[in-house]
Each structure stands twice: as C-alpha cells, then as structure tokens.
C-alpha cells in the first residue's frame, strides 16, 4: 500500500473553502458583514503571503462558530455546500483521487481548514481520512470556540500527520511512495519530507521552488 496526502483549499478545489464559508456567513447575514469581511479578507491575504498567524485565525473563525447552536450551525453548512462547494467539485480532482483510491492507496486530506468545514466537503470528494484543524465541542455538540491542539498549518501537517498514522501502527516510512500534492508554499515543511511531492496548481512561490527541486507540476483548473 501506497500512500497519498492532498491540500484541500486550490488543490482539489479552485476555491479556498474557509475563506468563502466566511464569505457565505457575510452574504447570508449571519455576521456583521463589514467586520467579518474585512478580518476575513485580511486573513486571507497573510495566509497567501505566508505570514498568517493560524491560532489567532483558527480562534476568530471558530469563535464566529461558537456563536450558534450545532443544529443551526448544521442547516447552514447544508445551504453552504449546495451552493458554494457542490458547483467547484471539478471532475479532474475527483479522477486523480479516483485513480489512487483505484490503486489501492491509503488516502487522506490534510488540510488546515477546520474539521467543521472541511468534514462534509471530504465526504463529497469520496474521502474517508481527514486531517484538520479540530474545534473543541461542548457535551451537546455545539463549538466552544477553541482549538484542540495545534493547527494543522504548514510544520503542524507533519505532526498531524505523523499522529494520524501513528494511530493506525504506521509511520511514513512503511510506504514505498507518498505522494502530496499543494498548491501553496505553506505547505513545503510536509512536501519536503515525502517521497513524491507534486506542485498541484501552485502559487508562484510553490511553483518556483518546484522547478528548483525537479518536483512534477499538474494543473487541474484552468478558470
């Protein structure tokens, strides 16, 4: 057995899924649009340089949760994969997953999105192995608001990870090949320690350092 690990945000997606959850919160009303957008945007725009601080962002988005009841909190996300995550499911992604899960691979995302938001959108891509970003919940389901453990952002994958496998008796030494594919710099501290890294649709700053390192690059969006 093989394994692969996939970035979910611009990987198997074209889309960067924490960011438009924000984005629905804004359009829907459930938050004061001019305040979540503008922490929002920023955010995302030091996620993209690279300088995101991710237990200050993963403390504002799940204290944003945190706000409402885990049934309300359910119904939202149901509207929210309809509309948002449903139309960006692109059947190139599906058929590179396919195509390990055809082979017998042992597959995971690894994403540092939270479990919240990413949970129904790995169900929808086919995969049962989910590595994220874990919200703490209360006795009747509903989010606290704070984070278990450390965030699943850039070294954080690698200890994630490693857990992850460990849980199972493995490590990332049992595999013959570990591919991970990333679209994002962020996730270099993971791509550097596996066999098979792959530069999936990458920012200019992944691109360039996979040129530099002979690593395969592969685009599966071209809008």
């Known amino acids: 057995m093989n394994l692969a690990l996939f970035d979910l945000d611009h990987t198997l997606l074209p889309i960067d899924s924490d960011f438009e959850w924000g984005q629905f919160l804004v359009r829907t009303g459930a938050v004061d649009a001019a305040e979540y957008d503008r922490r929002n945007r920023a955010f995302f725009a ?33 509207q929210y994969m309809a509309e948002v995550i449903e139309p960006a499911l692109r059947p190139a992604a599906r058929a590179l997953l396919q195509k390990h899960l055809d082979q017998g691979d042992l597959v995971a995302i690894v994403t540092a999105t939270n479990h919240f938001v990413t949970a129904p959108i790995a169900r929808a891509l086919g ?10 919940v209360d006795a009747d389901g509903n989010l606290t608001g704070k984070l278990l453990g450390t965030p699943t952002q850039g070294p954080g994958k690698i200890v994630h990870t490693k857990a992850w496998l460990e849980k199972m008796g493995k490590t990332l030494e049992d595999f013959d090949t570990v ?43 071209n809008d």
């Not at 340089?49 to 309300?72: I, K």
């Not at 530069?199 to 390192?213: F, G, Q, S, V, Y």
């Open 46 to 78: 030091q996620y993209q340089a690279g300088t995101l601080d991710p237990v200050e962002y993963l403390e504002f988005t799940l204290g944003t949760l945190a706000g409402f009841p885990r049934a309300q909190l359910d119904a939202m996300h149901a």
């Open 179 to 221: 591919h991970f594919y990333s679209d994002s710099h962020n996730d270099l501290p993971l791509m550097s320690i596996v066999s098979h890294p792959v530069a999936t649709n990458p920012n200019e700053k992944l691109k360039t350092h996979a040129a530099a390192n002979g690593w395969p690059l592969i685009e599966l969006f």
């Open 127 to 136: 995969v049962q192995h989910l590595i994220a970003a874990m919200p703490e």
